[in-house]
Each structure stands twice: as C-alpha cells, then as structure tokens.
C-alpha cells in the first residue's frame, strides 16, 4: 500500500529508451487506477497512493557531473548534444540529498550487467566519493499529488493541481524545492546533526 509512487519522467525525449516509457505508461495509468475499486475487484480493496514523481536528470546535475569529468578525467562522455536538449529544471520540484546513499544506486546499477558497463563514464565516470563532492541529490517532479505540497503551490498557479501530460508547464522554479518526498503525508522528523 504505497503513499509514494515513482517513475520515469513524462519527458523522454533526451533519452527515449522503450522501456522506460513503457514503465512510465503503466505507473501513470497504475496510479489514477488504484484507488477506484471498480478496477480490478478481484485484486482486492481499493487503495490509493498520495504523490506521484517522475525521477529527471538535472541540467545542474548533468553541468556539474560535465566539468568535474572534464577537471578529474580530462574528458567528458557529455558533449554538446546533452546541452542542446531541453533545460527542464524549471520543473523540478523536490531535491534530495542522497549523497550518503550513492553506493545503493551505484550498485543497483551495476547489478544490471547487460545494460550498464561499469567501465563506462557515462555512469562511472565519478566515483560515489567524487559525485558526492559535486551533486550529491536526486531530482525529482512531483506529478501529482492528493495531498497539500508546498511544491505544488509554490509552482503553478490555481489550486496546485498537476496533471501527467503537463507537470510544472507555465511555473516559475519554485521558491522552496521538497526534500521529502512524502511531504504533506507524514509529520516532519527534525534533522539531527
């Protein structure tokens, strides 16, 4: 019983692998069917998750993983093509300090064996250390969401609601990005430093 679901970004035109769009179909159709229970009766009772987020790689993310290859390797496997694809930071609306966790993804990753090449910079090309120097955070867009989020109202005007097909169009970069991705759902835990 999810409160968070995540999936690929409605905008896959950088980087339109079949797969992904395919995920990102049935994540979409998954969350706006979940909670009606006329579908899918026999699956039990209805339940509906909160918050929908379209993980993205960041322009910011994308510049700084660019020249720290370019100053600690002396190349980049990002060449001009990655920059003339579109900047849609402006529709991000949640960041998360992973930088502590990197080694999880990294391993996700490299547990894929016929997919990603660890030899390969365009997914190694920095250590776990080294990208944590530079961009330790994973970007997200909150697609929708049935619960009060300052991103949401921070970021389109009306009533904050987002749709699939236009997450974020017409919003100004938000004031204050979430750093929680199950902000509006669950009380705040205070940070401890």
Not at 23 to 43: K, N, Q
Not at 52 to 69: G, I, K, N
Not at 115 to 136: I, N
Not at 167 to 177: I, N, R, V, Y
Request: net charge negative; hydrophobic share 35%.
């Amino acid at each position: 019983r999810p409160q968070v679901m995540i999936t690929y970004g409605d905008d896959q035109r950088g980087y339109p692998h079949p797969d992904h769009l395919k995920v990102h179909e049935i994540s979409v159709l998954a969350f706006d069917r979940a909670g009606d229970d006329e579908w899918y009766p026999e699956a039990g009772a209805a339940w509906q998750p909160l918050k929908l987020y379209y993980s993205v790689w960041s322009r910011a993310r994308l510049t700084a993983v660019h020249e720290a290859l370019i100053r600690l390797r002396g190349s980049s496997p990002y060449d001009e093509k990655w920059f003339e694809r579109p900047n849609l930071d402006a529709r991000i609306t949640t960041r998360l300090h992973v930088g502590d966790y990197l080694w999880a993804r990294s391993g996700a990753l490299r547990a894929h064996k016929t997919q990603v090449d660890e030899r390969e910079p365009f997914w190694f090309g920095l250590s776990d250390a080294e990208l944590a120097e530079v961009y330790p955070y994973e970007d997200w867009v909150l697609a929708r969401s049935l619960v009060p989020s300052r991103a949401v109202a921070s970021r389109v005007p009306g009533d904050g609601a987002l749709t699939h097909s236009e997450p974020g169009d017409g919003a100004q970069p938000a004031a204050e990005l979430e750093d929680d991705l199950f902000a509006g759902i669950r009380t705040p835990t205070p940070m401890v430093t």
